[in-house]
């Protein structure tokens, strides 16, 4: 019986990612965790498209990234920029409902963990204000 609660455990923590671990952990601004996989940083914020396009291209100013096309709609967004030292920056964004919103960073073709939660961070402390 042991066993099979284990087994369980376990599937749903692979199926729903550990967010659900981590729920609670940004409250300030919803905020339920991050992961990074295969090189892109992603998390999920309770703020809408707009707020969160809106502090992203901010966040680009601040940091000095080089803005080089940009998309969006009413579901999703995409910004594309080139960092000083060339590594292009990709934050893709999409619209998952209830005032909430995914997004996803990466930073050249293999990606950088460090620089990606630089990013971040600085796209939650916009949404902050």
């Known amino acids: 019986m042991k066993f099979k609660n284990y087994f369980l455990i376990l599937f749903f923590v692979n199926l729903y990612g550990c967010a659900i671990f981590w729920f609670g952990a940004g409250a300030g601004i919803g905020v339920t965790g991050y992961k990074y996989l295969n090189g892109q940083l992603e998390f999920t914020c309770n703020n809408s498209l707009n707020q969160v ?51 996803g960073i990466r930073i050249g073709f293999l990606g950088d963990r460090e620089a990606s939660l630089v990013i971040k961070n600085k796209i939650l402390s916009y949404l902050q204000n």
Do not use: C, H, P, Q
């Not at 601040?62 to 060339?86: F, M, P, Q, T, V």
């Open 53 to 103: 396009y809106g502090a992203t291209k901010l966040t680009f100013d601040s940091l000095k990234i080089e803005l080089s096309s940009e998309y969006r709609d009413l579901l999703e967004a995409k910004i594309i920029g080139i960092r000083k030292n060339g590594d292009k920056v990709t934050v893709k964004m999409k619209n998952i409902g209830n005032n909430s919103t995914w997004v």
